[in-house]
T-cell receptor, first 112, second 114 residues
Framework: GESVGLHLPTLSVQEGDNSIINCAYS??????FIWYKQESGKGPQFIID?????DKRQGQRVTVLLNKTVKHLSLQIAATQPGDSAVYFC???????????FGGGTRLMVKP | EPEVTQTPSHQVTQMGQEVILRCVPI?????FYWYRQILGQKVEFLVS????????KSEIFDDQFSVERPDGSNFTLKIRSTKLEDSAMYFC????????????FGDGTRLSIL
């Protein structure tokens, strides 16, 4: 269940630092966005979502920012921990549909 | 916390054989999905299912694929005559509703076609 073989961009951070993972989406008609985390051997795990009428949403230790003007989404993880090491995907759903379109993913590596 | 469960975790099948992948969605969810991830590629949408019928499908979901909800808890994906290129991870997902409801994924079935 991992993106083995994908040429994933990799973000390497020190434990305790903040992480920012970026995503560019393509469909200007998309109005709902989700960040997923995928650990080795597992399926995508829901982290946080945001609707297009918002530009920021916060969860526990995570914040998602949406910039519709440049079609950009980011995920901020505060005080990154070794357990945060995984591949992170953004996904979008266009208006009036429920088909998730996934981005290519970013591998986050947390150094203890 | 409720979760989507998939069986088997790994399925090995001869080319041309039929295969059925099984999923138990989260119990109060009404929308069900199948996705696949070919090794080295992105997760791709196959099909969504609601109220006992397909609500949306991708170009990948051709006549060799079918889905079924045979009872109140299971959701299956059948591939009628498997090809080598069907080898992939297949993920089932479910959501409480459409439109702005997060889809929750199982841990997938790795399908290997020989």
């Amino acid at each position: 269940g991992e993106s083995v073989g994908l040429h994933l961009p990799t973000l390497s951070v020190q434990e305790g630092d903040n992480s920012i993972i970026n995503c560019a989406y393509s469909n200007s008609a998309s109005d709902y966005f989700i960040w997923y985390k995928q650990e080795s051997g597992k399926g995508p795990q829901f982290i946080i979502d945001i609707r297009s009428n918002m530009d920021k949403r916060q969860g526990q230790r995570v914040t998602v920012l949406l910039n519709k003007t440049v079609k950009h989404l980011s995920l901020q993880i505060a005080a990154t921990q070794p357990g945060d090491s995984a591949v992170y995907f953004c996904a979008e759903i266009p208006n009036a549909g429920n088909m998730l379109t996934f981005g290519g993913g970013t591998r986050l590596m947390v150094k203890p | 916390e409720p979760e989507v469960t998939q069986t088997p975790s790994h399925q090995v099948t001869q080319m041309g054989q039929e295969v059925i992948l099984r999923c138990v969605p989260i119990s109060n969810h009404l929308y069900f999905y199948w996705y696949r991830q070919i090794l080295g590629q992105k997760v791709e949408f196959l099909v969504s299912f609601y109220n006992n019928e397909i609500s949306e499908k991708s170009e990948i979901f051709d006549d060799q694929f079918s889905v079924e909800r045979p009872d109140g808890s299971n959701f299956t994906l059948k591939i009628r005559s498997t090809k080598l290129e069907d080898s992939a991870m297949y993920f089932c997902a479910s959501s409480p509703g459409p439109d702005d409801q997060p889809q929750h994924f199982g841990d997938g079935t790795r399908l290997s076609i020989l």
